[in-house]
């Protein structure tokens, strides 16, 4: 049974995003994610009111409790697009796949430039699924699991900012291939930046994060093998 605490630590987290979004709607400025600025207002609360993150964290697990349906429902544009799947199932595939292994390689190479340990490269290599699989993988492969959560969040809140610049500067304009490069490289942040852009390619954003996973979770290890 929720306590005053939860009913409180949770409205005051859903009134800096819904805050933060209305501002972000206002001005349109894309380095005010709203994501990012209700993190960092929950922070500066946090600090201010000396409270401890133990408290925050376990008076607003009502919030993770409404994240396995929010994911669910991904699955509607998808089936309403699901004869464009079906068209261009190979090419997503191959999209999909691509992006993972130059998220792996990525990864191994900065390790490598800045001669980072085993835990280090396990922690970050699944920077670009979602937490719940992330942390899974890094766990099982000696990685440290808040690392991988701040990267996982970081790499979601850069690809819901730049995603749409990146895809207008190297003028990517098909919807299906736009979908598959935010799911893939940037998961759930990146895919609500996609189901702005489109109905096309939030349903591609959506399946890309889902087999981008299956995939990251068969692909790291092997890595991992050869290191």
């Known amino acids: 049974m929720l306590n005053e605490s939860a009913f409180f630590y949770t409205f005051i987290t859903l009134a800096f995003y819904l805050i933060c979004l ?3 709607k206002k001005l349109r400025w894309a380095w005010f994610n709203p994501l990012l600025m209700a993190i960092v207002f929950t922070v500066i609360m946090l ?17 993770g409790y409404f994240l396995t349906p929010a994911t669910a429902c991904l699955a509607v544009p998808l089936y309403e697009k699901l004869s464009q799947l079906r068209k261009n199932a190979l090419a997503i595939l191959v999209g999909i796949f691509s992006g993972v292994i130059t998220s792996a390689l990525c990864i191994i190479a900065i390790a490598f430039i800045f001669k980072l340990d085993k835990a280090l490269l396990a922690s970050f290599l699944p920077k670009s699924v979602t937490t719940a699989i992330g942390i899974g993988v890094a ?3 000696g990685g440290i699991a808040a690392l991988t959560a701040i990267s996982i969040i970081v790499t979601g809140i850069a690809g819901n ?12 304009t ?4 736009i979908g598959a490069a935010i799911g893939t490289s940037s998961h759930a942040g990146g895919t609500a930046k996609a189901i702005q852009l489109g109905q096309t390619e939030g349903a591609i954003s959506g399946l890309a994060i889902a087999v981008a996973g299956i995939m990251t979770v068969i692909v790291v290890p092997i890595f991992m093998n050869f290191i």
């Open 22 to 24: 209305f501002i972000h």
């Open 174 to 177: 098909n919807p299906v291939a």
């Open 139 to 141: 766990e099982e492969l």
């Open 161 to 172: 900012i730049f995603a749409e610049t990146v895809c207008r500067v190297f003028k990517i």
């Open 47 to 63: 600090l201010a009111g000396n409270i401890e993150y133990e408290v925050y964290e376990s008076n607003t697990k009502l919030i």
